[in-house]
Nanobody
Framework: QVQVAESGGGSVQTGGDLTLSCAISGNIHSKWCVAWFRQAPGKEREEVAHIDNIGNPTYRDLVKGRSTISLDNAKDIVHLQMTSLKPEDTAMYYC??????????????WGRGTQVTVSS
């Protein structure tokens, strides 16, 4: 059974940095994707970035240039390094994993989330 667990959230001031980690256990498939999503109160969930099993990253505009997603294959962990954080980055951040089909976009396995709070 696949399990996904996030860690690394916390509270920082504007301009600060945080690194989130997503630990994945179990076998998804030989080709897979892992994504970070976030959801702020009263807003829809939105994707932040994703990476596939060979390490190809994709970033959404809302974090492009401020975040780096990376894969530690040896430990089955995906990191999301976030820099220059803004109050609008405040949200619950979720990690999700799924099989890579024609591309990344379908995630069957989700973590419970880790809170990121950025104060001004």
């Amino acid at each position: 059974q696949v399990q996904v667990a996030e860690s690394g959230g916390g509270s920082v001031q504007t301009g600060g940095d945080l690194t989130l980690s997503c630990a994945i256990s179990g076998n998804i498939h030989s080709k897979w994707c892992v994504a970070w999503f976030r959801q702020a109160p009263g807003k829809e969930r939105e994707e932040v970035a994703h990476i596939d099993n060979i390490g190809n990253p994709t970033y959404r505009d809302l974090v492009k240039g401020r975040s780096t997603i990376s894969l530690d294959n040896a430990k089955d962990i995906v990191h999301l390094q976030m820099t220059s954080l803004k109050p609008e980055d405040t949200a619950m951040y979720y990690c999700a994993a799924g099989r890579k089909l024609l591309g990344c976009g379908v995630y069957a396995y989700w973590g419970r989330g880790t809170q990121v709070t950025v104060s001004s």
